[in-house]
């Protein structure tokens, strides 16, 4: 199988009637990228930049993090890399900064929300990513927006930064697009207006399941209680393929889902075209792909979906229709 795999590495993602798929990787530490060449990967969909912030022994420098990512474009060359802005709180801890006391870590004081309310964390790493990205596209991503009003403060607090670098005299991104991460599900219903405000979007399916089934992802105990292919996800997922699809804004899918063949299939009949994941998830991720024809599975989840009225999973129905393949 591995074998098999890496003979995929440079044949192109198609699927049998041509649709063209892109596969990213999900990364966070530098070793991560060294994947890139391994996996024929074209570039990395999700830069996890909390990750060298939690192995750090101490806060890293404006410095520290302007040199951390100028590793990282250097490591990546021309391939597009998509880096996430601190995505602390929650079950993230960082060891160096006071734990706070909260009832609900998942739902409290994490991501943008500190970014927003304590604009000097963000401020300082956001020109990190400016001045490193010089003369290079650079495309940064928010996580756990809630509201169109959070992107746009986010935006509002790039665009200074952009505006300070400039009067400095600094080389500015050759280009910058600003993305949203979709995985709180009230962007659900502000979907068009988000869509149209930010220059990418990408599904963290992780958070957002678990934020719209109230699951908590780490929980064994709950963890089986519903499938990302039932009837509501599913409608879920559609709801964003589709208006991103409509607005022209382009959109990933970056959570666990979709490095997962049989769900990454599902997703692909349901739209979308981009997913970012591990690395070991590639290969057979592109397997599929080769195998499939995208028309024939959008046919096929459109009508299952329509029957899927008691919320019950297309698992089965979907594993027979793969097995048919
Ligand atoms: C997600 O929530 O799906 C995601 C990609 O982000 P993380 O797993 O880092 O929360
Ligand atoms: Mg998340």
Redesign the pocket.
């Known amino acids: 199988r591995q074998a098999q795999y890496r003979a995929l590495r440079d044949v192109p993602a198609l699927t049998r009637d041509k649709v063209r798929i892109g596969l990213h990787l999900?990364a966070g530490l530098l070793i991560d990228l060294t994947h890139l060449a391994e996996t024929g990967a074209e570039g990395i969909g999700?830069f996890?930049t909390e990750l060298q912030f939690m192995v750090a022994q101490r806060m890293p420098s404006a410095a520290e993090q302007q040199t951390l990512y100028e590793s990282v474009f250097a490591a990546t060359g021309d391939l597009p890399v998509t880096i996430r802005t601190l995505?602390i709180g929650g079950d993230k801890i960082l060891p160096y900064m006071p734990a706070l006391e909260e009832e609900n870590p998942a739902l409290g004081w994490r991501a943008i929300r500190i970014g927003l309310d304590r604009p000097a964390l963000l401020r300082v790493q956001l020109r990190a990513l400016l001045k490193a990205a010089a003369g290079r596209p650079l495309r940064i991503m928010f996580?756990m927006v809630a509201t169109v009003e959070e992107f746009t403060r986010a935006r509002g607090i790039v665009d200074r930064e952009k505006a300070h670098l400039r009067r400095h005299g600094y080389v500015l991104p050759s280009d910058c697009k600003l993305g949203v991460?979709v995985?709180v599900p009230s962007l659900l219903f502000q979907i068009d207006e988000i869509a149209r405000e930010a220059d990418f979007l990408s599904?963290?399916?992780?958070?957002?399941m678990q934020f719209l089934f109230a699951v908590d992802r780490d929980n064994r105990r709950v963890a089986d209680r519903f499938d990302p292919l039932c009837g509501a996800a599913m409608r879920a997922f559609r709801v964003i393929a589709d208006r991103a699809t409509a607005v022209g804004c382009p959109v990933t899918v970056?959570?666990?889902i979709g490095g997962r063949p049989l769900e990454t299939m599902a997703l692909i009949g349901l739209g979308f075209r981009n997913f970012s994941m591990s690395p070991a998830a590639i290969g057979p991720v592109k397997a599929m792909v080769l195998s499939i024809e995208a028309e024939e599975v959008r046919a096929f989840i459109e009508t299952e979906l329509a029957k899927a009225t008691d919320g019950a999973s297309l698992r089965s129905a979907l594993t027979s229709f793969a097995k048919a393949k």
């Open positions: 999900n999700l996890r995505d996580p991460m995985e599904v963290g399916s992780n958070d957002l970056c959570g666990e």
